[in-house]
DNA sequence: GTACTTGCAAAGATTTTGCTTCCAA
DNA sequence: TTGGAAGCAAAATCTTTGCAAGTAC
């Protein structure tokens, strides 16, 4: 544990919107200005593939990049919003269950799901 | 409607995989050898545009590439298997219930919707 | 002390843009 | 004929890799 992968796991925990990247670099960088960008990619692997960070599209509203957030105990669904571009956060059972008939009828147990609906929200639509 | 296009549209309606720009670059390639790379990702960006094709990440198993698939008149869901690579697609009346939940408690009007959860399959578990 | 991590530079992969020429309607 | 589309080359964007030097434990 250096303190490079402390100062970046504590923005991302910290994180009050979905951050890509160079999101996190910037930030990070306002604290360590040596942190290099390359760090900030590696650590980001490190932590997806412990499963401490889900990595999300959010249907590539503004081009190819990625963008990550703290995994929490519920899985829950990502609304973007086609004409805003507000990201909206949507828990329900049904997924739960969802989920459940998945593992169920495919038996396929899953690690990581994600969900990302595009659409218009309640305050874009005419 | 060029013959480009046209060439296009045919071959990812027929195709039995996920296809990406490059696969579909090669595929056309084949018919017509002068098919610039670039009218790949033209094409491609109209019809997801016009929502004709779905884009989808398969949760980048392999790299930051995009897949597409012509759209069909259900949902879907994508199941990718983490040790096989296998995708499976599935569908559910929970999904569309889900949807609707979404749709009515948010007033959320959903156009695109992407699921994949990523797991081990019924034939990679020990 | 040692194995793992970082920084730096460079490369790699994927996608987009500018501009000229061409073609479908 | 004319506005949109294709081809070509080059650039832009995002991410990964090789390697030497540094650091946590």
Redesign the pocket.
């Known amino acids: 544990?250096?303190?490079?992968?402390r100062l970046?796991v504590g923005i991302i925990q910290g994180a009050d919107r979905h951050l890509?990247?160079?999101d996190l670099w910037q930030k990070a960088r306002q604290q360590?200005p040596?942190?290099?960008?390359?760090?900030?990619?590696?650590?980001?692997?490190?932590l997806k593939k412990h499963g401490l960070v889900d990595?999300l599209d959010l249907l590539?509203l503004?081009?190819?990049?990625?963008y990550y957030e703290a995994r929490t105990t519920r899985d829950h669904i990502h609304l973007a919003c086609l004409r805003c571009g507000r990201i909206q956060e949507f828990e329900s059972s049904l997924f739960e269950k969802l989920k459940g008939q998945i593992e169920r009828e495919r038996r396929f147990r899953i690690t990581v799901v994600r969900v990302e609906a595009g659409g218009y929200c309640d305050k874009c639509q005419d």
Do not use: I, P, S, W
Request: positive net charge; aromatic residues 4%.
């Open positions: 544990m250096t303190h490079q992968r970046l890509d990247a160079l360590d040596t942190l290099n960008k390359v760090t900030v990619y590696r650590t980001l692997a490190l990595e590539h503004q081009g190819g990049r990625h």
